[in-house]
């Protein structure tokens, strides 16, 4: 079984999705990616273009819902894609 590797990124634009709640300040994927993180994003959309697919995947891997993950400001979306380089690389 392979070994479980979690990035942790703090958002520097936490997310909130509405008055009241609480805000999302960091975002944790946990890697190897496997086969059914895959199958979540493909069965979703079989036509994604690949940077949408790449998103659709680490919010699959990620410990927040989708819905936060799509809502992550760019800045801090740069920070968790050059994070995450090597385990993606390691996944196609």
Same mark, same amino acid.
């Given at each position: 079984?392979?070994?479980?590797?979690?990035?942790?990124?703090?958002?520097?634009?936490?997310?909130v999705?509405?008055?009241?709640?609480?805000? !999302?300040?960091?975002?944790?994927?946990?890697?190897?990616?496997?086969?059914?993180? !895959?199958?979540?994003?493909? @069965?979703?959309?079989?036509?994604?273009?690949?940077?949408?697919?790449? @998103?659709?995947?680490?919010?699959?891997?990620?410990? @927040?819902?989708?819905? @936060?993950?799509?809502?992550?400001?760019?800045?801090?979306?740069?920070?968790?894609?050059?994070?995450?380089v090597p385990?993606?690389?390691?996944?196609?």
């Amino acid at each position: 079984m392979a070994a479980q590797n979690k990035i942790t990124v703090k958002l520097k634009t936490p997310v909130v999705l509405g008055e009241g709640t609480e805000p !999302y300040t960091e975002v944790t994927m946990s890697f190897p990616i496997k086969a059914k993180h !895959y199958r979540q994003v493909f @069965v979703e959309d079989p036509d994604n273009q690949p940077m949408a697919v790449l @998103v659709d995947l680490l919010a699959t891997i990620s410990d @927040v819902p989708r819905n @936060v993950f799509l809502e992550i400001d760019n800045e801090d979306l740069q920070e968790i894609f050059q994070q995450t380089v090597p385990f993606v690389q390691q996944a196609v």
